[in-house]
C-alpha cells in the first residue's frame, strides 16, 4: 500500500491532479465557514440546536454544516443536482432535449449549459425561501436571527445574492475537480461534505457514552450495522454479469490474426451513487418548502409526513431510488449501441444473432440485474432509519452517507488505478481486491 502512494506522487500528472483536488476541497471547506451577512449565529445555533433532527439535518449532512451556519455555500450543490435531474427527465419528454441527448460531445456541452441556468434559477428561487424563513427564526428571548439593521427586503436581498453566487462557486469547483483533479467534482463535494462532519459525529458518540446518555452495547451494535452496511455496499458496487464476447478470426495483409475471447461486464448498480443524490435531493424539497410557512397547519402536517424514518418518507424515498436507477443506467448504457459496435467490429454473443437480438438480449440482462441493485441500493438507504427509529437512537452517519461515502471513494480509487496501470505502476485493487464477483 505505502508503495502504491509514493508510485502515485511519482508520476507528475497525477501529481499535480491530485494537488489540485486537494486545494479544490481547502476552498470548499473555507466557503463553508464564511457566513451571510446580516446572521446572528448565537440565534441561529440556539434555532438549530433545539431542532436537531429536523427536515434540514439530511441536507445539512450533504453540504458540510454550511446550512446550520447559513454560510455563502449554504445551499451546497444539491440545486446543480435538482437542475440535471429536470433536464434529464425533459429528455424523456421533449423530443429537442432527447436529441441533444445523443448527439456526443456537442450535444453534452449544450445540455451542461441548461443545466447551469437551472442551476443559477433554482438556487435563486431557494435562496429566496431561505432568507425569508430565517427572518422568521425567534430565540427564547425573543432575539431575531437576523440583525435589526438588516432586516427585510436588504436581507432577503443579500441573502439571495451571497447564496446563490456560492452555489454557482461550487458548481464551478465542482467542473474543474472533473476535468483537472481526480474523481468526480460533484460527487466528490458531497462526499467531502458528508465527511466533513464526522469527527463531530463520533465525538458526540463518545460524549453520551461518558455522560451514560448512551450504553457502549449500543453505540458497538452500530458501529457493528455501519461496517456490515460498509462491506455489503463493497460487495454489491463490485458485482458484475460477464458477457462473453467472441471475435472471429481476421485476415489483415498477408498476417492471419486468431480470434479472441473477452467479455462485456454489466455492473449489478451501474447507477453507482446517482440514484441515491438524485433521490435525496427531491425528498428535501417538501419538508423544506413546509418549513418556510411555520403557521400553515397543512405545510406542517406535509413536513411531519416528510420527516426522515416515517412510513411515507421511506415508501416515497425507496421508490425514487428504484426509479432513478433504472433511468439514469438507461441514459449512461444503450444496448442498441453497443449491439451496433459489436455487429461493426464483428464481435458476437455465442449463441445470440447480431444486431437487433443482441441488443434484445443486453437489454433483458440489464433489466433483470438492475432490479436487485435498485432494490439493494433502496434497502441500504431505508433500513438503517428504520432500525435507528426502532431503538429509539440517533446518529449522524445513516444507509444514505453509507452509501455516497463508498460509492464515491470506490470511483475515485479507481481513477487513480487507472491512472496507475496505464503507466504500469501496481494499483490499489490487486488481484482478488474490490475484483468485480460475477452475478
Known amino acids: 500500500m505505502l508503495d502504491t ?17 486537494l486545494v479544490v476541497i481547502f476552498i470548499y471547506r473555507i466557503g463553508g465557514h464564511v457566513p451571510t451577512p446580516g446572521v446572528n449565529p448565537q440565534v441561529l445555533a440556539e434555532f438549530f440546536g433545539r431542532t436537531q ?4 439535518g439530511l441536507y445539512d449532512m450533504f453540504v458540510g454544516g454550511a446550512f446550520k451556519r447559513l454560510t455563502v455555500f449554504a445551499l451546497g450543490i444539491m440545486p446543480y443536482i435538482s437542475a440535471s435531474i429536470i433536464i434529464q427527465l425533459l429528455g424523456t419528454v421533449f423530443p429537442y432535449f432527447h436529441k441533444l441527448q445523443r448527439e456526443g460531445a456537442e450535444g453534452r456541452k449544450k445540455i451542461t449549459q441548461y443545466t447551469r441556468y437551472g442551476t443559477v434559477i433554482l438556487a435563486l428561487i ?8 430565517i427572518q422568521n427564526i425567534t430565540s427564547e428571548t425573543g432575539e431575531s436571527a437576523v440583525v435589526p439593521f438588516m432586516q427585510g427586503f436588504l436581507f432577503m436581498f443579500t441573502t439571495a445574492i451571497s447564496l446563490t453566487t456560492g452555489t454557482i462557486l461550487i458548481m464551478w469547483l465542482g467542473e474543474q475537480i472533473t476535468n483537472r483533479g481526480v474523481g468526480n467534482g460533484i460527487s466528490l463535494i458531497i462526499f467531502i461534505g458528508i465527511v466533513a462532519g464526522l469527527p463531530a459525529a463520533v465525538y458526540g458518540e463518545f460524549q453520551q457514552i461518558f455522560v451514560g446518555t448512551r450504553h457502549p452495547i449500543i453505540s458497538l451494535v452500530l458501529l457493528a450495522i455501519i461496517l456490515a452496511m460498509t462491506a455489503f455496499v463493497v460487495m454489491m458496487t463490485q458485482a458484475m454479469r460477464r458477457i462473453p464476447i467472441q471475435t472471429p478470426k481476421k485476415v489483415v495483409g498477408t498476417k492471419m490474426y486468431a480470434g479472441q475471447n473477452t467479455v462485456l461486464p454489466l455492473r449489478l448498480n451501474m447507477a453507482g451513487v446517482i440514484p441515491v443524490i438524485f433521490a435525496s435531493s427531491l425528498m428535501t424539497f417538501p419538508g423544506m418548502i413546509g418549513s418556510f410557512f411555520p403557521e400553515s397547519g397543512v405545510m406542517e402536517d406535509i413536513s411531519r409526513l416528510f420527516a426522515p424514518g416515517g412510513i411515507l418518507y421511506s415508501i416515497i424515498y425507496g421508490l425514487l431510488i428504484i426509479f432513478f436507477t433504472y433511468f439514469y443506467t438507461a441514459i449512461i448504457f444503450n444496448p442498441v449501441d453497443i449491439a451496433d459496435n459489436l455487429k461493426r467490429s464483428g464481435g458476437f454473443i455465442p449463441g445470440i444473432r447480431p ?30 432509519f428504520l432500525v435507528m427509529g426502532a431503538m429509539r437512537i440517533d446518529f449522524y452517519f445513516g444507509g444514505t452517507s453509507v452509501l455516497i461515502v463508498v460509492g464515491v471513494a470506490l470511483d475515485t480509487l479507481q481513477q487513480l488505478e487507472s491512472h496507475l496501470q496505464s503507466r504500469n505502476y501496481e494499483g490499489f485493487m490487486k488481484k482478488g481486491r474490490l475484483r468485480g464477483r460475477r452475478y
Not at 5 to 21: A, G, Q, S, Y
Not at 126 to 133: L, R
Not at 356 to 373: C, H, M, Q, S
Request: glycine share 6%; net charge positive; charged share 20%.
Open 5 to 21: 502512494v509514493k508510485n502515485i506522487f511519482r508520476i507528475p500528472e497525477l501529481r499535480k491532479r491530485i494537488i489540485f483536488t
Open 53 to 56: 433532527n429536523s427536515l434540514f
Open 126 to 133: 431557494q435562496a429566496i425561501g431561505i432568507s425569508v424563513f
Open 355 to 384: 444486431g437487433k437480438k443482441t441488443a434484445e438480449f443486453l437489454d433483458n440482462v440489464l433489466t433483470r440485474i438492475t432490479l436487485p441493485g435498485s432494490v439493494f441500493l433502496a434497502f441500504i438507504a431505508i433500513a438503517p
